[in-house]
């Protein structure tokens, strides 16, 4: 059977995105496993987003059988690839800026106020450095990368 929304401007059809939180509860405690798909898709694609907030929302005071823990591995799951992405994308953005500032990683460290090894751990995602330090780093590359060009 198809899902429906009772009391609701919107429609089953309608992106989820748009969904109230009522059509979320609706969807994870009537809905088929085609309707949780479109659920799941939503949070892979906005971890954080509002139709993640709906469903733990609603996982709070609704357990369906059989989809409430689905659904909180699912929030996990997702937030945790989109941290490791966002690890790497910061990795990466270190790594670049040692590169362009033609430093030797020592020095590079020395500058930022840390040591070669801590240095290391920003550069494979091991540690994420904090937004000053971030903020310090693309200083001190800017910096090097003016000296090396003058």
Request: hydrophobic share 40%; no cysteine.
């Amino acid at each position: 059977m198809a899902l429906r929304f009772r009391n609701l401007n919107i429609s089953p059809d309608d992106p989820v995105e748009r969904w109230p939180v009522e059509a979320v509860q609706t969807a994870l405690e009537r809905g088929s496993v085609r309707d949780w798909r479109r659920l799941i898709d939503a949070i892979d694609r906005d971890p954080w987003g509002k139709t993640s907030r709906q469903v733990e929302h609603v996982l709070s005071y609704s357990r369906p059988y059989g989809v409430a823990n689905l659904m909180e591995r699912v929030v996990r799951s997702a937030r945790t690839a989109a941290e490791r992405v966002e690890r790497e994308a910061v990795a990466g953005r270190i790594r670049q800026a040692i590169a362009d500032s033609g430093l030797a990683r020592s020095e590079f460290a020395s500058r930022i106020g840390t040591s070669v090894s801590r240095l290391s751990t920003y550069t494979t995602g091991k540690v994420v450095p904090s937004a000053a330090l971030m903020v310090r780093i693309d200083r001190v590359a800017e910096e090097a990368r003016r000296r090396t060009e003058t």
